[in-house]
């Protein structure tokens, strides 16, 4: 399975978003630490989820990474998070 794959189904199962974004930017980062030859070392995530609602920027982030557990200690090098509650995503004008 792809980690691009395992991700996106991780973060459907723990967190039921409304919306979701994963972005492969490894290429931006070839040569860096981390950065695999294959890619999908360093993503970006846009998740929008009621689950979010009354928590801060930390322990949503600490959800995220909850949720995609090993893959952070296996594969993924980087992570980018953006989490938004679905009053915050409509303000923004929609997803992220």
């Given amino acids: 399975m792809r ?9 459907r199962e723990a967190l039921a978003p ?3 974004e994963i972005e492969d930017q ?13 890619g ?5 995530v846009v998740v929008v989820a009621s689950r979010f609602d009354g928590r801060n920027r930390v322990a949503r982030q600490r959800m995220v990474f909850e949720a995609a557990g090993d893959l952070l200690r296996t594969d993924i ?3 980018s998070i953006t989490a938004l509650t679905p009053a ?7 997803g992220g």
């Fill in 3 to 11: 980690v691009r794959t395992a991700l996106e189904q991780r973060l």
């Fill in 26 to 38: 490894s290429a931006l980062h070839a040569g860096h630490a981390g950065a695999r030859p294959e």
């Fill in 88 to 94: 915050e995503a409509a303000a923004r004008g929609g």
């Fill in 77 to 79: 090098h980087a992570l």
């Fill in 40 to 44: 999908e070392s360093h993503f970006r």
């Fill in 18 to 20: 409304e919306a979701l």
